[in-house]
């Protein structure tokens, strides 16, 4: 034997100890359970193929870590054993052929099939009926006394129903459901508290809590799968009449378990099981299969840490360790810049991994995430991968931090962030490839140009097709092009032509809303066209004096920054002028709100209007000076009300503000328009 294997083995021993005392003495696990798998699988290699390595120290030779030393120690009658895992088709195969062999049965088995829990094996002894005692698996041998907890978790029943053993070890796994687990998380954050990593670290924190009120205050549940020691009692034929017995007495189990017969039946349970994991209501990485004739139990036996009769089938590991090779920037068509870590390929959830999203700036922040961490990947069923965390005590000394780019990636303009938004944008609107199709979109829905038939379908072919590149390309469509579409025949790309003719004739506010410029909606572009008039004169203003946009109603330093930021871009000011040559033309309006009629008021709509739209009445109390707001508050000088209408119309009741209907304001209209 080498030296080398020798040091290797002390070393894998060193390091499982230590993986060991964090998961089950500080509940603050460093890696996911597959990377602790492969630990212990190179171990069993080595020590398979030099046997002098074996000691009795070694965790091969065990089953856990040791138990805290906060709580009273409990030595287990009955060791609580663990189970051999089994990761493939072929495991499961081997596993089956080595019972049958030493049965020496014909087969096929019959195996009791149930969900591997997730969650802190406990035992509870019940003496008479009466809960007596209940203690976690700890190292196998001894466990920690978590009675007072136990007692508080209400899955546990007091005192068992009918007429019991004289004495009864039951075991199982206590566990968090996903609901408890995300609502807990929730509430746990607003409190600015520390929030559990998964489900499986919130049961083991919450049943291993000194104060046995903190345990009762958190959502635990049980479910029972064995026994331990039972006097007074003889035992049933099988493991499934065994957990029937479990239920009649009280006891939780689990409802998805199922009797399965030979490795066909076992394999089918696993595939459904992994089909419905996502949707169960507690967490769980596999299956276990027990041979279900308890007679053939005992005759199969144990090894020295596991029983023969027994195999846990796990899923693919839904969290593994990889390193992030780079961050790079994708930009969506709204202009959102979202960073995107270029992962070391790793296997997880049963899927190569290579790409995952950060979601914005914010969160790289939060998480600290630099080029060249490792980190926690997690993969659950059907779901998005997300990084789950970096693993800073591997952070290499050359690990990079992310920068967000002061320039898009696609089409180099600015990048802006607005204070208090956790998204980061690319201010190129039009000109940006990556925008292009939902900017034009935009341009001809309805409150902007309004062009009728340009729908979400014809831009994407549109523009999938060279034939627009920025809105002016629009009306400089000819019917040969409009033919050459998919579904577009001569009277339809005339009526769209008609449509894009039509609207060449709009107004300022349209025209500010069509550009899209970040922030600057309908009631925005209302206030400045008021303000300004013209649209030359916006420009300036938002070019050179910040300060003065600044001045408009609702307007504050983001939307001047917005403004600043389109207006300063030369592919945007030249927008404008093929939209004017193309015979895009719009009336400039009075140059300030104040010299309006009803400047300074507020309006609030309700109800539904006979002669006019919700809209239409909108754009003609705002080209009269007014703010037309979506609630009604103690500031709201009028509430116009239609047909149907509801609780805003109580609440100007009860407030006291003035009430129109719809004659009334077609003759406040009337009244002030030219």
Sequence with gaps: MSAGARERAAALRAEIARHDYRYYVLDDPEIPDAEYDKLMQELRALEAAHPELISPDSPTQRVAGAPSAAFGEVVHEVPMLSLDNGFTQEDV????????????????????????????????????????????????????????????????????????????????????????????????????????????????????????????????????????????????????????????????????????????????????????????????????????????????????????????????????????????????????????????????????????????????????????????????????????????ERRPAHAAPVALPKRCPVCHSQVLKAEGEAVARCTGGFSCPAQRQEAIRHFASRLAMDIEGLGEKLVAQLVEGGLVRSPADLYTLSAEQLQGLERMGEKSGANLLEAIERSKRTTLPRLLYALGIREVGEATALALARHFGDLDALIEAAREHPEQVEQVADVGPVVAAHLHAFFAAPAHRELIERLRAAGVSWEPLPSRAAALPLAGQTFVLTGTLAGMTRHEAQEALSALGAKVAGSVSKKTHYVVAGEASGSKLEKARELGIPVLDEAALRRLLGRHSP
């Design 93 to 392: 195969a081997a596993f089956d052929r080595r019972a049958l062999e030493r049965l020496g049965e014909p087969g096929p088995l019959e195996y009791w099939a149930e969900p591997k829990l997730d969650g802190l094996a406990v035992t509870a002894i019940y003496r008479d009926g009466a809960l007596e005692r209940a203690a976690t698996r700890g190292d196998g041998f001894k466990g920690e006394d978590v009675t007072a907890n136990v007692r508080t978790v209400r899955s546990f029943p007091l005192r068992l129903r009918g007429k019991a053993p004289a004495v009864l070890e039951v075991r199982g796994e206590v566990f968090m459901p996903l609901a408890g687990f995300e609502r807990f998380n929730r509430e746990a954050e607003a409190r600015g508290e520390k929030t559990f990593v998964n489900p499986r670290n919130a049961a083991a924190g919450s049943l291993r809590q000194l104060d046995p009120r903190v345990t009762a205050s958190r959502p635990l549940q049980m479910y029972c799968y064995g026994l331990g020691t039972v006097r007074g009692w003889h035992l049933p034929a099988r493991q499934s009449e065994l957990l029937e017995a479990l239920k009649e007495w009280g006891l939780p189990v689990c409802p998805h378990s199922a009797r399965v017969r030979g490795v066909e039946g076992c394999l089918h349970y696993f595939h459904d099981m992994g089909q419905r994991r996502a949707r169960l209501p507690y967490q769980i990485d596999g299956v276990v299969y027990k041979v279900d004739r308890l007679a053939y139990q005992e005759r199969l036996g144990f090894v020295s840490r596991a029983p023969r009769w027994a195999l846990a089938h796990k899923f693919p590991a839904e969290e593994a360790m990889t390193e992030v090779r780079a961050v790079q920037w994708q930009v969506g068509r709204t202009g959102a810049l979202t960073p995107v870590a270029r992962l070391e390929p790793v296997f997880v959830g049963g899927v190569t991994v290579s790409n995952v999203t950060l979601h914005n700036f914010d969160e790289v922040q939060r998480k600290d995430v630099r080029v060249g961490d490792t980190v926690v990947i997690r993969r659950a069923g059907d779901v998005i991968p997300e990084l789950v965390r970096v693993i800073t």
